[in-house]
């Protein structure tokens, strides 16, 4: 293919020349503005964002209750355990690189913290591959690379956006208030649903008309 090419004569050339001699390159599209966030937006997004992760943390802290309970029955099965610490691998990657989306700015009393929370987020994932190595007596008695600062960066992220204190508060008044826009939204679909069934209905015969099915009744 490359001999081809390098093989095509002045003529060719020209020709090529002449038939793009009018074409003109389309300017491109210009990039979006990212989303200056108000201190409520930030809020909502924060929590959209980091929910995830402690339900994930969640699911992690139960394998080891249950890990807890299985060893005194010599039990040592870590598969749930590993499964679990993998999603939470997953959910600490992706809300790390939410929260540094070059879509959004964040209020500039919370920008740093924000940074704080995703390389501790980071921190996190990278933490998952050796606490999945560990034997069942091990996890047990394992203390988290850095708990007690994760938590106090969080905290101080939350203060600075107006959430509550408790993480776990934070995050199931924000599902509820998903709940009530789901709902709130399917009500909506489904009244406008209505309305467009009835305006598509055949309007009623006037008083005293039979229809077919009338005029055989006894």
Known sequence: MKRFT???????AAVLATGLSGCTSAAPEPEPEPETLTLSEAGTR???VVCPVNAAWDAVDLEIDRLQI?????EDDTRLYAEALGKLADASSAAAKELQSADMVWPEAAAPLIDNVSASLSADAKAVPAARKLTAT???SYEWP???ESGK????ARAALDLPEDASAACAARA???AE???AAQAKKEAAQEEESDSQAPEPRGEGAETGSSSRKA
């Open 6 to 12: 390098l093989a095509l004569g002045v003529g060719t």
């Open 46 to 48: 924060y929590l959209d």
């Open 70 to 74: 299985g060893i005194t029955r010599g």
């Open 138 to 140: 091990a996890i047990i």
């Open 146 to 148: 850095g708990a007690t």
């Open 153 to 156: 960066i969080a905290a101080e």
């Open 176 to 178: 509820e208030q998903i």
């Open 181 to 183: 826009e789901r709902a």
